[in-house]
T-cell receptor, first 110, second 115 residues
Framework: AQRVTQPEKLLSVFKGAPVELKCNYS??????LFWYVQYSRQRLQLLLR??SRESIKGFTADLNKGETSFHLKKPFAQEEDSAMYYC????????????FGKGTMLLVSP | GAGVSQTPSNKVTEKGKYVELRCDPI?????LYWYRQSLGQGPEFLIY????????DSGLPNDRFFAVRPEGSVSTLKIQRTERGDSAVYLC?????????????FGPGTRLTVL
């Protein structure tokens, strides 16, 4: 069975500080990993996916198969980054739907 | 263009009642998904439609839950004999085709409260 673990319910940092939101997964096959974000009073939206290898809003995430991790990082947090972040996994070898972690609330203070 | 819409935004019902939750996907999206998000949890997959048929209903928790998509567009999630444990936000998402290689776009959700 596939599982996604986000160990932190809440991460509070000051503006300009580095941010790392942790995500670990459990899956025996070849997974695809995603980060979704939900800003206050907005709907859940895709932030980035590991296969794109791109930086979105200054965030990056690298899939580490050895450590089964997909941590989300940003070198300098901004107040507008405050939101709920969800890590999600999908079976990369065939079709399947998303398995989400419980989410981490990021609060960036001025 | 318009995104995924869900109605109602809030639904309060009594234990034992029947409820229907509606989802309007993005026009042209053939794939539609239902998720349930309980308090403090991430979204949990319920069912996935490709066109009119349910391609994967493995996430439905029991036979009180049922979903339809008769014309391959709007979908209705139906819950019979509601229980307090059914209280959650029900999310709908759609994608251009199947889940593989296609981004899922989420609706705002329906908050269901069972008293």
């Amino acid at each position: 069975a596939q599982r996604v673990t986000q160990p932190e319910k809440l991460l509070s940092v000051f503006k300009g500080a580095p941010v790392e939101l942790k995500c670990n997964y459990s899956y025996s096959g070849s997974p695809e990993l995603f980060w979704y974000v939900q800003y206050s009073r907005q709907r859940l939206q895709l932030l980035l996916r590991h296969i794109s290898r791109e930086s979105i809003k200054g965030f990056t995430a690298d899939l580490n198969k050895g450590e089964t991790s997909f941590h989300l990082k940003k070198p300098f947090a901004q107040e507008e980054d405050s939101a709920m972040y969800y890590c999600a996994l999908r079976d990369g070898s065939g079709y399947s739907t998303l398995t989400f972690g419980k989410g981490t609330m990021l609060l960036v203070s001025p | 263009g318009a995104g995924v819409s869900q109605t109602p935004s809030n639904k309060v019902t009594e234990k034992g009642k029947y409820v229907e939750l509606r989802c309007d996907p993005i026009s042209g999206h053939t794939a539609l998904y239902w998720y349930r998000q309980s308090l403090g949890q991430g979204p949990e997959f319920l069912i996935y439609f490709q066109g009119t048929g349910a391609a994967d209903d493995s996430g439905l928790p029991n036979d009180r839950f049922f979903a339809v998509r008769p014309e391959g567009s709007v979908s209705t999630l139906k819950i019979q004999r509601t229980e307090r444990g059914d209280s959650a936000v029900y999310l709908c998402a759609s994608s251009l085709s199947g889940p593989r290689d296609n981004e899922q776009f989420f609706g705002p959700g329906t908050r269901l409260t069972v008293l």
